[in-house]
Nanobody, 115 residues
Framework: QVQLVESGGGLVQPGGSLRLSCAAS????????MGWYRQAPGNQRELVAH???????KYADSVKGRFTISRDNAKNTVYLQMNSLKPEDTAVYYC?????????WGQGTQVTISS
């Protein structure tokens, strides 16, 4: 059993910043990939960023240069620092981890960018 607890979402004005956190707990041996997806109303869920156990990262083109993903392996926690936020970043953000062949998802946290 693996649990993911997300925090850090909220309402911020355009140009502002937010930091999302996701802590994994439970039967964890080794987390291969940790990442964040998002889903806006009417859209499919899309990858925002992910980071491997070795520290390699991948970002969606739309967030490159604005978002930074990082992880603390000792705490089984992944972070997403979001800067220069735009209204089009508004979505529910989901934490995702991959352990062996299994995928786990957080409950989602709302991020709203509006003036």
């Amino acid at each position: 059993q693996v649990q993911l607890v997300e925090s850090g979402g909220g309402l911020v004005q355009p140009g502002g910043s937010l930091r999302l956190s996701c802590a994994a707990s439970g039967s964890i041996f080794s987390i291969n990939v940790m990442g964040w997806y998002r889903q806006a109303p009417g859209n499919q869920r899309e990858l925002v960023a992910h980071i491997t156990s070795g520290g390699s990262t991948k970002y969606a083109d739309s967030v490159k240069g604005r978002f930074t993903i990082s992880r603390d392996n000792a705490k089984n926690t992944v972070y997403l620092q979001m800067n220069s936020l735009k209204p089009e970043d508004t979505a529910v953000y989901y934490c995702h981890i991959a352990i062996m062949l299994y995928d786990y998802w957080g409950q989602g946290t709302q991020v709203t960018i509006s003036s």
